[in-house]
Nanobody
Framework: VQLQASGGGLVEAGGSLRLSCAAS????????MRWYRQAPGAQRELIAA???????TYRDSVKGRFTISRDDAKTSVYLQMNSLKPEDTAVYYC????????????????WGQGTLVTVSS
């Protein structure tokens, strides 16, 4: 599974961005899909996750501002980010855990290459 993230950029505080992560490769369905971020000098942190069934969870700091969604037909995961703050500045990574292929489940993990989000004050 290969993941290609896009949608990052420079935005003013209070603005919005939508990140996309497109998956490709030899699979039928993907299982867990997540977004992480890593700010300069900080550890990578989980900010949003979605299951194959559509359940979602969020880090407290982004609840009510960010929305994770997935389009299994297009094998993509998205992160809608609203009311952005300077502290949201980071490289954002998409992540997949597990995929199905011809009825078999493979519990492998994959990372996208990261997309930079910069929020100016």
């Amino acid at each position: 599974v290969q993941l290609q993230a896009s949608g990052g950029g420079l935005v003013e505080a209070g603005g919005s961005l939508r990140l996309s992560c497109a998956a490709s490769g030899a699979f039928d369905n993907l299982n867990y899909m997540r977004w992480y971020r890593q700010a300069p000098g900080a550890q990578r942190e989980l900010i949003a996750a979605t299951t194959r069934g559509g359940a979602t969870t969020y880090r407290d700091s982004v609840k009510g501002r960010f929305t994770i969604s997935r389009d299994d037909a297009k094998t993509s995961v998205y992160l809608q980010m609203n009311s952005l703050k300077p502290e949201d500045t980071a490289v954002y990574y998409c992540y997949v855990e597990g995929y199905y292929r011809t009825g078999v489940y493979y519990r492998d993990t994959f990372w996208g290459q990261g997309t930079l989000v910069t929020v100016s004050s």
